[in-house]
């Protein structure tokens, strides 16, 4: 008698150890999609690929895994394991490039690896043996044989938006400040990446966690094209620089680069650089 009145704290359970899993490396992935597809990864030809990939690899697969679990706890399991080795080999030659030439010790090499593969056996490990002892889904039943385009097609819209989210969210890093040389006064196109313009700023983005009184980026709808805004950007813009709360509403004049990000390159987002000249129409100069 007296274990049945506690029967029903198994499947609680067990519902909060997966559902702590899953918020867990659905954050995970989250952030590690953000750097991925910031301006922390640009796409240029002397960019680390073995640092990319890594955390493309942690992210992507972290956030797809966490959403197929909802459903199918052995497929997300299978899809950890096997991108485990792939993942920790990206990482062990990222740690390495950083090294000087014959200063990665074999204990490097194991620490990394065991260290970076950890982070895709673990939920691996948990979402298979879960699933083969017949754990419940997190939500709903398993799909049926009968209509399997259903639950593909809702998990490929969750995991779009949730990469599209991550994008933005990468608007909220640091831009890395530079020395400044001073530029000349903008007069033609000085990089293909170049886009200047004015526009209307419509909103801006909350402030960081430090900092309380500088917000990350702006929106803007562009008025005036000079050049380097595509026209698949349509007319609104972020941009991606210091602004403070009394910028709502202003006309700006916007000196900036496209983001080079893995994915914010295909987005439209610019960024402020080094000796830029953005700044309120009113003190723009001719």
């Keep these: 008698m007296g274990s049945d009145r506690f029967r029903w704290l198994a ?49 992507l697969v972290s956030l797809l895994a966490s959403i197929l679990a909802l459903r199918n706890r052995r497929q997300a399991g299978r899809l950890f394991l096997l991108v485990a080795p792939l993942a920790a080999g990206c990482f062990v030659l990222w740690q390495r490039s950083g090294y000087y ?13 065991v260290g970076a593969a950890a982070l895709f056996v673990a939920p691996g490990l948990f979402w298979l043996i879960t699933g083969r002892f017949g754990w419940r889904p997190l939500i709903g039943r398993p799909a049926t044989v009968g209509a399997p385009r259903q639950p ?30 001073g530029h000349p006064p903008v007069s033609v196109q000085t990089s293909p990446e170049q886009a200047v313009f004015t526009g209307k700023i419509l909103l801006v983005g909350r402030p960081r966690l430090w900092e309380s009184r500088s917000f990350p980026w702006a929106l803007l709808h562009a008025e005036h094209i000079y050049w380097g805004l595509p026209r698949w950007m349509g007319g609104l813009v972020f941009v991606r620089g210091n602004f403070k709360d009394e910028d709502r509403g202003q006309e700006y004049f916007v000196d900036a680069y ?18 830029c000249h953005t700044t309120r129409l009113s003190n723009a100069e001719g």
């Design 101 to 113: 030439p014959g200063t990665y010790s074999l204990q490097d090499f194991i620490l990394t690896f």
């Design 152 to 181: 593909f097609i809702l998990n490929l819209s969750i995991f779009l938006l949730l990469i599209l989210a991550c994008a933005f969210g990468s608007l909220y890093f640091p831009i890395s400040e530079l020395d400044c040389n």
């Design 11 to 59: 499947p609680l359970l067990k519902e909060g150890i997966s559902w702590a899993f899953f918020i867990f490396w659905i954050v995970l992935g989250a952030f590690a999609t953000a750097i991925f597809a910031g301006s922390y990864m640009t796409w240029s030809s002397d960019v680390d690929w073995s640092r990319v990939i890594a955390f493309g690899l942690l992210g």
């Design 258 to 275: 496209r983001s080079e990000g893995v994915l914010t390159r295909f987005l439209p987002i610019v960024e402020h650089y080094p000796c």
